[in-house]
């Protein structure tokens, strides 16, 4: 009980954060016709996006890092959806950021993770030392996809009102068409991230039953600041990864 009311306080202290760090533009009325609402309401979208690529991509990472304390064969087909957002991501990034079809292809692999969670006992005891760091990650990663829910909606409506504004000017196409796909991909975002939320706290969950196991002492949850912005999450990632 008590650690699902410290992961519950943590999400809701994070989409407090979000709101400081993500929704400062979105109290504007972006519905009006200013090149400068357009430029601030693109600006948002884009640091979101980059924002929940760089969460995304290490929730990923986090859960490659556990596929690796199971036997191959338990988690085969966790391991072909990871292959398969890798390609995804070497083959289609050419802006560097996320798209839909690799946020939802990132909901399935923690999703299949989370199917394992009945059978955390079969992990192998000598790969069990990555555990620290994944627990680490996911930890991170809760916390970041919990910020990005609560603003990817808005968001996305922010974009399309703004976009809606470019219509009558011919010369504004490409910049509409561009907002309206973003908005698009945020659309998803705010669907598949709370998915993601639920599977990575179940994942977490065996990691923790894992490291009690095996005797391994796990950091402390860390605060909301630590993911309050991509250069604090970064710092606090490589940190991780060291």
Known sequence: MTKTVSVGLLLCLGTICASAQFGGLLKKNFG???SSDVT???SQGQGLISYVTMATDNGVIAVEGLM??????????????AAKYNELKKAKRSDQNIDAESVMLASQIAAEMAQLDSEWQTHVKEQSA?????????????LADGMAATKAPETAQAMQSAAQD????PTQVPKMKRMLDMAALLATVGKEIPKQVNSFRTVRGMTKRIAEAEKIQLAADPSPDK??????YESTDKAIAE
Not at 227 to 232: A, E, F, I, N, P
């Open 32 to 34: 009006t016709k200013g």
């Open 130 to 142: 990555t555990i620290r760091k994944t627990d680490a990650r996911l930890a991170l990663v809760i």
């Open 68 to 81: 690796s304390v199971f036997p191959p064969e338990k988690v085969q087909k966790v391991a072909d959806l």
């Open 166 to 169: 470019l219509k009558s000017d």
């Open 40 to 42: 601030a309401v693109m």
């Open 227 to 232: 993911v309050k912005d991509k250069t604090s």
